[in-house]
Every structure is written in C-alpha cells, then in structure tokens.
C-alpha cells in the first residue's frame, strides 16, 4: 500500500511526542483502492467561548512554473496511481458530474461543499451540481472515523470507482470494478469522509477526494503548490490544482486517450489555458526515486519502534543530499529529524529545523511549508523565554496561513504569538490575541475539549507558566 506522510498536518495524531505545542503538529500517514490504489487523505484525530470562523472568498495564486513542467506533472498525475502503478488511458466523466451526500453529514460539510462546487464551476469550468437523487455520478458519504479505519487503516478519508456506498465497497473491494487500472471512463464514485472529524479535517477531505474523484489520481512529492502531493502541505485546492483540473475538462481531451496522444495536445492546450506559462523557463523535471518514498513511509509508519523510525528519517534526508535535491523534498527530511529529535536532543532538532527553513526560503512557493517549519522554531524560543525572537518568526506567517484557508495552523501561530506578547509584558494584546484565535481554533481542531487541550499545551510552553508566575 502507498502512504501519504503529513507534513503538514496541524491536527494530526502524534507520533512523535515533544513539545507540547508539537504534539498536535504531527506526522501522519495513511493507505491509498485496490487497497493499494485507493486515493486517500492522511488521518487525523479529531471553548464554546467564541462561536466557529470560517473563511470568506478564496485567493489562490497562479501557477508560477513554466508550462514544461505542469505538462510533465499533468502526465505524472494522470498516468500514474499513488502506488506507482501505471495506467493505459486517460479518464474523466464525459457528461456534466453530479454530486450526492448520504449518511450523517454534521453541519459543517454542506457549506463547505457549496463553496468548493462553486470554485470548480468558476475556477476549473467543470459542469458540476449537487443533487439528491441516487443516479448521481459521485456519492459523498459521511461516516465515522472508526468505519473508515475497519476499511481501510490509517485513511482519514479515501474515493473508490464504481460504487456508492461503504457497504457497496466492503462487498465488492477485490473485485475488478473498484480497480482503477481497469477504468476506461468515469461515471460512478463513491467518497467516504468521517462526519466525527474535525471541521477542517472534512472540508480538507471534500478537497482532495473531490479533486482526484474528478481528476488526477495521483500524488506527487516533487509538487510544492498542491493538494497532489503526498506530504499534505496545502488542504484546500489551489490555482496549480485548479489548472490541473481545467486542462482535464478541455474540449481537446477524452476518456481513452493514451499518454503520447495527450502529450501531444498539452503543449498547445496549457498555451491555451495559462499563457503566463510559457514565458517562464523550463527546469529539469526532478523526480522521486522510490526508495526515499520508502525510506519517508517507514519513518511515518505507525507501530513502527522509534529507533527505526530515526534511521529511516536520517536516510531520507541523506539520500536527498546525496542526490542535490535543493527543494521541499530536502527540507522534509530535516523536519521529520527535528520532530523526531525534540525530546532527546532538542538543540539538534532546532539545527535540523533551521536547515529545512533554509532550504525553504531558497525554494520558490514554499510559505506554507515555512510557516509549519515557523511553529517548531518559535515555539522553542518561547519555551526559552525569547518572546521578542518569536513574534519576529510569527507576525509573517498568520497572513500565509490565512490565505491558504488552515484555521488550524492560523489559530496555532495566534496562540504562539500570544504567548511571545506575554513574554513581553503585554497581556492585554496577548489576552485579546487568544481570545480571537479561538473562533479559528474550533475550525481547525473540533471539539471544545480540543481546543482547550491546545490552548493549554501552548500555554505550558511559557517558562512563567511553568514557574506559576
């Protein structure tokens, strides 16, 4: 089975236990139908103070790279499954989609829904509503997180062909028709999403499964600007993603085409749909040796022993030096080392989370990873009583975690900065500060009790707290 690591994930189970604002920062991973083909979306685990904040209008930047490498990307997506394995022809539905929820969806899920249809009529041009009759193409069904996992362990979230509920999928799991490989054009799904999860984690869900329910299929780690990317970085689909997905749609493309005959047509296609792209100068396309994927999954793998997990993170990341890997994929290395290193040597951890911000800030479109990497960094100088040092690492990122729409990661920086401004002396700010980063918080984490776990955890990083003064 494949598995997406969780780079990014805010809420996520901890796997690796160290600071206390950490332990809800952690690495995830999860399965991908058959089993090992299913597209997937990483687990997650799920104070009435200040009612729930959602996000207003979406601001999503353009793809920033040269229509060269999207083309290669578009092909990497479309022809290949998480797994690694190939696929013969191109698919996509052929008539307009229409899009069903059933089980127990709680109320969270249909605004969010409404939004993310909205955005792939207005951003992508894909002809797709929502209905309530069982004919439809797609049928979201939202079910707890316990019958996700007696399907499919460690899937937080996950889509199958050819059938419309999770009984249907049970049933009929080793047959030919909920394989992938076999699909020669798309015309019945089923999306199965935990109704017991946080408010992000299902609307990140809705995301991604919608997305590869409709397009792509597979996940890349070489991709900084995506939800196609197996480290979870961005949870909400973004103007890369909404290209992707416009392409898939051209009138210039069908169901059973082969990978040289859509090749052909991308050239012209992209031109097309993004004429920005080609201006912009081709790289080398980089790819990703399966053996660092290995090496990533082992060191994420749960009931995997810590010792083991440590050598494979130091693998991966010497495997990424060895290759000259200058991007993302080098900074996930130094990352998984600082998270796993925080409690037993947390000077060195902080050198390996320095060194994947250096690799960041190098790296063109990585903000969002940086202001992850940035809760690590000032979360230790809070804990050593550098409020000053913190807030000049937080104030940057609270924008960037906005705009790519992660209240979890937002409500995180805020609680931070709120305890750097009471390092400072100024409560009142700081006070205030927590307050509104509670809204954003019952997004992000769900239930009070989460919320007020989280407020505490980092809280607790406050030597003064520590102290009792």
Not at 74 to 88: I, T, V
Request: with cysteine; proline share 6%.
């Amino acid at each position: 089975m494949t598995v997406k690591s969780a780079f990014s994930r805010a809420v996520s189970r901890p796997l690796f236990r160290a600071l206390a604002v950490v332990s809800g920062l952690g690495l995830a991973a999860c399965d991908t139908v058959p089993l090992e083909d299913t597209p997937t979306r990483a687990q997650t685990p799920g104070l009435s103070l200040e009612p729930m904040k959602s996000f207003g209008t979406t601001r999503v930047q353009p793809p920033q790279r040269s229509n060269g490498n999207i083309a290669a990307d578009f092909l990497a997506l479309h022809f290949q499954l998480e797994s690694g394995r190939d696929l013969p022809v191109f698919t996509r539905f052929e008539t307009p989609i229409t899009v069903r929820v059933t089980g127990s969806p709680p109320a969270s899920l249909q605004p969010d829904l409404t939004r993310l249809l909205g955005r792939l009529r207005g951003e992508a041009g894909i002809d797709i509503r929502q209905v309530s009759d069982a004919s439809a193409n797609i049928t979201i069904e939202a079910v707890s997180r316990e019958e996700i996992g007696r399907a499919l362990p460690h899937a937080a979230c996950f889509v199958v062909p050819n059938v419309s509920s999770l009984a249907e999928f049970r049933r009929d799991r080793r047959k030919d028709k909920t394989n992938w490989a076999n699909l020669r054009k798309r015309e019945r799904l089923g999306i199965f999403v935990p109704y017991d999860s946080s408010p992000q984690e299902l609307r990140d869900c809705l995301h991604e499964e919608l997305a590869q329910a409709i397009g792509p299929l597979n996940d890349l780690y070489r991709l900084p600007d995506s939800v196609f990317n197996d480290d979870n970085i961005h949870t909400i689909l973004t103007g890369f993603d909404m290209l992707v997905l416009r392409a898939t749609y051209a009138p210039e493309l069908r169901s059973g085409m082969s990978q040289a005959q859509v090749a052909a047509v991308l050239p012209d296609l992209l031109g097309r749909l993004n004429p920005r792209g080609v201006t912009v100068a081709a790289q080398p396309v980089v790819s990703t040796p399966r053996a660092w994927i290995d090496q990533v999954q082992a060191a994420l793998g749960p009931g995997t022993a810590y010792q083991a997990r440590l050598d494979a993170a130091n693998r991966a990341a010497q495997m990424a030096q060895s290759w000259g890997w200058v991007d993302q994929r080098r900074a996930f290395g130094h990352y998984m080392l600082g998270r796993m290193l925080q409690t037993a040597d947390p000077d060195l951890a902080q050198r390996h989370f320095l060194t994947a911000m250096q690799v960041l800030q190098s790296t063109p479109g990585t903000r969002l990873h940086q202001a992850y990497v940035t809760t690590q960094t000032a979360a230790f100088a809070i804990s050593r009583g550098d409020g000053a040092g913190a807030l000049a690492q937080l104030r940057p990122m609270r924008d960037v975690a906005a705009q790519a729409e992660n209240a979890a990661l937002l409500a995180t920086l805020m609680m931070l900065e709120a305890e750097a401004l009471t390092l400072l002396g100024k409560t009142d700010a700081a006070r205030d500060l927590r307050l509104d980063s509670v809204g954003w918080a019952r997004y992000g984490f769900g239930s009070d009790w989460a919320v007020r776990a989280k407020m505490q955890e980092i809280a607790a990083l406050n030597p003064r707290n520590a102290l009792g003064g």
